[in-house]
């Protein structure tokens, strides 16, 4: 893991990466598009809203192309608990780079920013049937805590 982490090259977020970032988006959510964007004018403005709800929005690359993102919130507070939590708004990688340590890279990533800043806890919101995304979190110490319609709110102390 070590020898693949040195060859990862990330960049934070430039406007200039936007229109991959919505690909990557459209590509990692294809077999659950009902937890993705519906056009590509609301991942626009989806894109936009992560922008300005971020203390981290970091992208690796590939050949200097976007292939994963990850948008992490230090400052957010939950709407059900009152509490200040690092909170992960979105974790996405391009399936064909899914299974490569891309994931587990930018999640540790995510969580060291949040120990950084002296939260205590993570959360996130995962659709209900993305299992994949649901085993992948859990094997990171998140446990579903609450369901809101068809999401499941995921925490884990830190
Ligand atoms: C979920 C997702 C982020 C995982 O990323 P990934 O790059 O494929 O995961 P990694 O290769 O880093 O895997 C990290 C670890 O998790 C494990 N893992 C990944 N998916 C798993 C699964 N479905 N079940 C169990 N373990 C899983 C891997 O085996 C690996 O473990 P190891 O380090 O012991 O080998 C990726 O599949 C994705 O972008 N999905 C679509 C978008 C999405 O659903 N995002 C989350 C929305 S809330």
Redesign the pocket.
């Known amino acids: 893991?070590i020898a693949i982490e040195n060859k990862i090259k990330t960049d934070s977020y430039k406007d200039k990466y936007r229109e991959d970032l919505i690909d990557?988006i459209f590509d990692?959510?294809s077999?659950?598009p009902e937890?993705g964007e519906s056009s590509r004018k609301n991942a626009k403005r989806y894109i936009n809203w992560l922008k300005n709800h971020s203390t981290m929005f970091d992208i690796v690359l590939d050949n200097n192309k976007p292939v994963?993102f990850v948008v992490a919130d230090g400052n957010w507070v939950s709407s059900f608990s009152g509490e200040k939590v690092g909170e992960?708004h979105?974790?996405?990688?391009?399936?064909s780079?899914?299974?490569?340590?891309?994931?587990?890279?930018?999640?540790d990533k995510a969580l060291n920013h949040f120990k950084n800043l002296k939260l205590k806890k993570a959360g996130?919101?995962?659709?209900e049937k993305?299992?994949?995304?649901?085993?992948?979190?859990?094997?990171?110490g998140f446990k579903p805590v609450r369901k809101y319609n068809q999401w499941v709110r995921m925490e884990r102390n830190l």
């Open positions: 893991m990557i990692a959510y077999e659950h937890y994963a992960i979105e974790l996405a990688i391009k399936k780079h899914w299974g490569k340590g891309l994931g587990k890279f930018l999640m996130l919101w995962v659709g993305n299992k994949r995304a649901i085993e992948f979190y859990k094997k990171y």
